[in-house]
């Protein structure tokens, strides 16, 4: 996960893929889900206020030799079709719902020039990615930067209709029906379902939920933990009034690939997975730095319940919360089934929206503009993930707020690393680094530990 700032793309000839269409839309009435809600309002506002704000993700990954433009053009004519995504969406200041035929939208290239200078190039398609992620309509920006040894791909989405496991579709698909179209081969891709499915049956879900609902107990446990509400970070962050503040972004490389399954062994000896371990490790660290030997952590988690949803293109991700304690003598292995256990928990009201969950235990209601939260993906089974670096894919992400503290913790085939996102103030940029570099200490140390006998 690359900040767009931080990117470093080099120069060729840009073409971009500009998406047509003769039809006129036409409304929908599919509500939007909680999220896309929260977060399509969220950005309206930012923009009114003249907040720095990026609400969309990308993508970039390179294509052996100059690409061929009959063949992107052909690639993204089929995805476009094929994704409700790309041709449903929700006006960003009244959430009014709008399709177009999926048949009627054309897919054209259109040459935008040649770039020499990387800087140039850079804040070109910045400038490009903030204005079509951010316009209404499908928020998307597809183009490629030709060279005559490798070409890169670039694709941007407002965040949404899109989340971390709808850019790895994307990923593998664009590539898939690229070299099929190059090489004049057939690709059979089964019709994907929509989005907007998965939202109405959301918002039903949602309606029938009640503050004494046995699903919200675990929201309600959390909530009434130190006196409720949300959990402070383990160190100051300089904004104790809880602001929206420009954010800073940090990456940490975690662990090379063999420590990471080293790791991930130590913690199945223990009674969890790759992931109680983490969160295992970021209880220690707090409780060195706090004293305090509760863990609470709103974390990601899928809603791709069935194998159906697998292809579905949209965000369908919610927040979740984790909670446990550390055991009376904490350790990394003492507290790895504690953490297990918890995820698990956490993981079983995947389908509890956070903001209704918000809505029906808060008196005020309402979740933060951007919730803090920990999230662990194991990235390995993406789709087309073991190519990801022989392409030099990078997830991009803009300058964008920050309350508090955002953590994404991602294991590739080849490394595990850690992205954050903070406050950009001076406490958080001093803080914020010295736990997470215990919190990699402690998971580095389990993984260079003495191995058992065989």
């Given amino acids: 996960m690359t900040q767009i700032l931080d990117w470093r793309p080099e120069p060729g000839e840009v073409v971009e893929f500009e998406l047509t269409t003769d039809r006129t839309p036409v409304p929908h009435d599919v509500p939007a889900s909680h999220f896309q809600q929260a977060h399509l309002l969220s950005a309206a506002a930012n923009r009114a206020a003249g907040r720095r704000q990026s609400p969309w993700v990308a993508m970039a990954f390179d294509l052996a030799g100059r690409a061929d433009l009959d063949a992107l053009t052909d690639a993204w004519q089929g995805l476009v079709q094929r994704h409700e995504a790309f041709h449903t969406w929700y006006e960003p200041e009244n959430l009014a719902g709008f399709r177009l035929p999926p048949e009627s939208l054309t897919v054209l290239p259109m040459r935008v020039g040649d770039f020499t200078n990387t800087d140039d190039l850079r804040t070109y398609l910045h400038r490009r990615i903030d204005e079509q992620t951010t316009a209404g309509r499908p928020g998307v920006l597809a183009g490629v930067i030709r060279r005559d040894t490798a070409s890169t791909v670039y694709f941007a989405v407002d965040h949404a209709y899109t989340d971390g496991h709808s850019l790895a579709l994307l990923f593998d698909e664009i590539r898939a029906r690229y070299h099929a179209a190059y090489c004049d081969a057939s690709l059979d891709l089964a019709p994907a379902l929509g989005y907007l499915d998965h939202n109405r049956r959301e918002r039903e879900r949602s309606a029938s939920l009640t503050a004494a609902a046995p699903e919200l107990a675990a929201w309600s446990e959390f909530l009434a933990v130190e006196d409720g509400g949300f959990p402070d970070f383990p160190v100051g962050l300089g904004n104790d009034a809880g602001e929206l503040l420009a954010a800073t972004r940090l990456h940490y490389p975690v662990l090379t690939g063999a420590e990471a399954r080293a790791f991930r062994a130590f913690c199945a000896r223990?009674?969890?997975?790759?992931?109680?371990?983490?969160?295992?490790?970021?209880?220690?660290?707090?409780?060195?730095?706090?004293?305090?030997?509760?863990?609470?952590?709103?974390?990601?988690?899928?809603?791709?319940?069935?194998?159906?949803?697998?292809?579905?293109?949209?965000?369908?991700?919610?927040?979740?919360?984790?909670?446990?304690?550390?055991?009376?003598?904490?350790?990394?292995?003492?507290?790895?089934?504690?953490?297990?256990?918890?995820?698990?928990?956490?993981?079983?009201?995947?389908?509890?929206?956070?903001?209704?969950?918000?809505?029906?235990?808060?008196?005020?209601?309402?979740?933060?503009?951007?919730?803090?939260?920990?999230?662990?993906?194991?990235?390995?089974?993406?789709?087309?993930?073991?190519?990801?670096?022989?392409?030099?894919?990078?997830?991009?992400?803009?300058?964008?707020?920050?309350?508090?503290?955002?953590?994404?913790?991602n294991w590739f085939p080849d490394r595990a690393d850690l992205v954050v996102s903070m406050p950009d103030t001076p406490e958080a940029v001093t803080g914020v680094p010295k736990y997470l570099e215990r919190v990699r200490e402690i998971m580095l140390s389990a993984a260079s530990g003495p191995r058992p006998a065989p």
């Fill in 270 to 409: 223990h009674g969890g997975g790759f992931g109680a371990g983490a969160f295992a490790a970021l209880a220690l660290a707090q409780r060195e730095f706090t004293g305090n030997d509760v863990y609470r952590v709103l974390t990601a988690v899928s809603t791709r319940a069935y194998p159906r949803l697998l292809q579905v293109h949209g965000w369908l991700v919610n927040l979740v919360p984790l909670l446990f304690r550390l055991p009376a003598s904490p350790t990394l292995a003492g507290a790895i089934a504690a953490a297990q256990e918890g995820f698990q928990q956490a993981r079983a009201g995947y389908d509890v929206p956070l903001h209704r969950a918000l809505e029906l235990l808060l008196e005020d209601g309402d979740a933060p503009a951007i919730p803090p939260m920990a999230s662990y993906v194991d990235g390995r089974a993406a789709p087309g993930s073991c190519d990801y670096l022989r392409t030099d894919a990078t997830v991009l992400t803009g300058p964008d707020n920050a309350s508090g503290v955002s953590l994404w913790l």
